[in-house]
């Protein structure tokens, strides 16, 4: 089975995940604004969530962590819980 591993973050707001996206293409670290913004308990690891298999994660999420280029901010992408950026770091 397809393994991906992907940082994110989560946010109230579409606007505040927009301007998140901005300062991290700016070349703000991702990690950094993750500790410094999201409201996920991921957060803390600067919004590592490890190592998953597809259907673990919300279908929002798998369908880009699936599909997305690796190492691209993608976002924001709303589910349930907010508006997320998604960064997938690998997938195999």
Do not use: W
């Not at 998140?20 to 996920?40: R, W, Y």
């Not at 924001?76 to 960064?87: A, D, N, R, S």
């Amino acid at each position: 089975m397809v393994q991906a591993t992907a940082r994110h973050l989560l946010v109230s707001t579409e606007e505040k995940c927009a301007e998140l996206k901005q300062e991290i293409l700016e070349g703000a670290d991702f990690g950094d604004v993750a500790k410094a913004n999201s409201t996920c308990p991921s957060s803390s690891q600067g919004g590592d969530l490890g190592s998953f298999g597809p259907g673990m994660m919300v279908k929002e999420f798998d369908e880009v962590v699936f599909s997305a280029p690796l190492n691209e901010v993608q976002g924001p992408v709303k589910t349930q819980f907010g508006y997320h950026l998604l960064e997938v770091t690998s997938r195999g």
